[in-house]
């Protein structure tokens, strides 16, 4: 009986470990990929801006160039 719970307990701790480190390796990519993911929301979110920056600019300044 005790040989049993002995097994028992070692098969608990390694199916632990195994999902444990299984776990963290798995948080470590989606970490990964969040970082990434927000580094690219974050160039888009520049290139909008200055997207809409440079259309207020065109609209706000007089065109002093064209022919009438």
Same mark, same amino acid.
């Given at each position: 009986?005790?040989?049993? *719970?002995?097994? *028992?307990?070692?098969?608990?701790?390694?199916?632990?470990?195994?999902?444990?480190?299984?776990?963290?390796?798995?948080m470590k990519q989606m970490l990964s990929q969040l970082k990434?993911?927000?580094? *690219?929301?974050?160039?888009?979110?520049?290139?909008?801006?200055?997207?809409?920056?440079?259309?207020?600019?065109? *609209?706000?300044?007089?065109?002093?160039?064209?022919?009438?």
């Open positions: 009986m005790i040989l049993a *719970l002995e097994v *028992l307990g070692i098969l608990t701790m390694c199916t632990i470990m195994f999902v444990s480190i299984w776990g963290f390796i798995i990434y993911r927000n580094y *690219l929301v974050e160039k888009l979110t520049q290139y909008m801006y200055f997207l809409t920056k440079k259309d207020d600019g065109s *609209l706000t300044k007089p065109d002093n160039n064209k022919k009438e």
